[in-house]
């Protein structure tokens, strides 16, 4: 049913089943390491706890939402699933830091003082977690055990009818985030600007749970909220990493590379804080009782006319252009040899300008032609504006992409309805493989099951887009660990 939930319906028909539908998938994960089939392939330890923290977060904001409404129930049921997730959270604390230095080295490319620290603690850190859940598997079972008892509580929840039910956790979700927010803006403490992450992130939950009220306008704000959770997560990432050095300096190189660190750090977080602030007061403009009667309205609106439009009338006969790219994207270690697929490209493209969050690219497809490209944004959702060009034109531009420019043979996957499209990489990516799903909505991108053949998902990681592969080659945390798989005869 997705991470939704629909006007028309039944307050606590709809509840419950999103909780437990998140709750089922988590434990189906958690399932795979306890009791991994042997025709599948490898578990990736990483991907799946990352994955069920992530459906952790999702049933405690929807918990949240419903708290007045389940009155003691709620405090047991939150306990419970937090408690399930901490018990997954050391498993991956080593590879979450070495996120936070090759972040940190996207905007430091060249500190060799930075990249030296890198190494050592990936050093310190390998194998790290697939050591602990071998010696300490009781994390697993036990985080699972209370997952199930979690959504045994689910199952039986009462809630009454009408939007009443999720109004006040809404309005108290929101005012918590207003409140931070002053606090912050009054002192930037770590610690604070941890507490406002959280209650961003609720909302953000929040939020796209009743998108199906008003999708024109919601939409936007969940995205607004996505990217300000982020900006506040990778400052918290950061802080850990000042803790990590300040609890074991001596791990990480001398006083002086270790005070260096610390100021690339803490400047990087001020740009992510001034950016955090000014957009979180445009977010959180209104005073909380505004916000959720203008949701409250959008809401009846829907239960008394019904959907609203998302196109004009008559505007199937004219070919639409989103402007917004949908986009989840994985590694591929193995492909499956009896995959079927209905054409491949070779494609060939180079990057007339490009950084972290923006870039301008031209392309040659062979037959299909040739295009120009910008795309703007990071993560899943980002702008992309594509316009057909002629050959000349391309091969005009194409000079003016030298070293930045990559090949690959691409391959279209029919998977349900969606299609697969597997890019084989060639010249120096030679033995990368990787997969993207492009989607029409938030909705199916958020419920989107990837196949059991996928590797790890790099949709947020920014060394994987294929503008950095252009420029900087693999990641630095590939060095020495990646073994060219199988591709296409």
């Not at 006007?7 to 998938?25: C, F, S, W």
């Not at 994960?29 to 490898?42: G, H, I, M, N, T």
């Not at 936007?220 to 000042?242: F, K, M, N, R």
């Not at 079927?340 to 990057?351: C, H």
Request: with cysteine; charged share 30%.
């Amino acid at each position: 049913m997705g991470y939704v939930l629909e006007p028309n319906k039944r307050i606590q028909r709809e509840v419950r089943g999103v909780a437990t539908e998140r709750l089922d998938d988590a434990i189906g994960r958690l399932d795979q390491l306890l009791a991994p089939d042997p025709s599948d392939p490898v578990v990736d330890l990483e991907t799946v706890v990352h994955e069920v923290r992530k459906r952790c977060k999702a049933c405690r904001g929807l918990a949240r939402l419903v708290k007045p409404a389940l009155g003691d129930g709620f405090g047991s049921f939150d306990r419970t699933i937090r408690d399930a997730a901490n018990q997954l959270s050391t498993l991956r604390d080593a590879h979450a830091l070495l996120d936070t230095f090759d972040a940190l080295l996207t905007h430091q490319p060249d500190d060799k003082v930075l990249r030296t620290m890198r190494e050592r603690h990936r050093s310190l850190s390998a194998g790290a977690s697939q050591a602990a859940v071998a010696a300490d598997d009781r994390r697993v079972e036990t985080a699972r055990a209370l997952l199930a008892e979690a959504r045994e509580a689910a199952r039986h929840w009462r809630l009454p009818p009408g939007f009443d039910t999720i109004e006040a956790g809404m309005a108290t979700t929101y005012r918590q985030g207003r409140s931070t927010l002053r606090r912050v803006r009054a002192d930037p403490t770590d610690h604070r600007l941890h507490d406002w992450r959280k209650a961003v992130k609720y909302l953000w939950y929040q939020v796209q749970l009743v998108r199906l009220a008003a999708p024109s306008v919601l939409e936007p704000l969940i995205q607004q909220l996505d990217l300000l959770a982020e900006t506040l997560g990778d400052d918290h990432d950061l802080t850990v990493l000042l803790q990590w050095l300040d609890e074991r300096p001596d791990d990480y190189g001398t006083p002086s590379d270790v005070e260096h660190v610390r100021q690339l750090v803490r400047h990087r977080q001020h740009e992510l804080r001034q950016y955090a602030l000014r957009s979180g007061t445009t977010v959180f403009a209104e005073p909380d009782h505004a916000f959720v009667h203008r949701i409250a309205r959008y809401w009846q609106l829907t239960i008394d006319n019904g959907p609203e439009p998302r196109e004009q009338p008559g505007a199937h006969d004219v070919p639409a252009r989103s402007v917004v790219e949908r986009e989840r994207k994985f590694l591929v270690d193995e492909v499956p040899e009896d995959l079927v697929r209905s054409d491949v490209a070779e494609l060939r493209q180079g990057y007339l300008a490009a950084d972290e969050r923006r870039s301008v690219r031209v392309r040659d497809a062979g037959p299909a032609g040739c295009t120009l490209t910008v795309k703007a944004g990071v993560g899943a959702e980002r702008t992309e504006i594509e316009r057909p060009i002629d050959r000349e034109e391309f091969e005009a531009a194409w000079p003016h992409t030298e070293a930045q420019r990559i090949q690959k043979s691409r391959h279209r996957v029919p998977f349900g309805e969606h299609v697969i499209e597997l890019d084989v990489f060639g010249g120096a990516l030679d033995g990368l493989v990787m997969a993207e799903v492009e989607f029409t909505s938030v909705n199916a991108m958020t419920t989107f099951v990837p196949p059991a053949w996928f590797g790890r998902e790099v949709t947020d990681d920014g060394g994987y887009t294929n503008a950095s592969l252009a420029l900087h080659g693999l990641p630095a945390r590939h060095a020495g660990d990646w073994p060219p798989p199988d591709t296409f005869a």
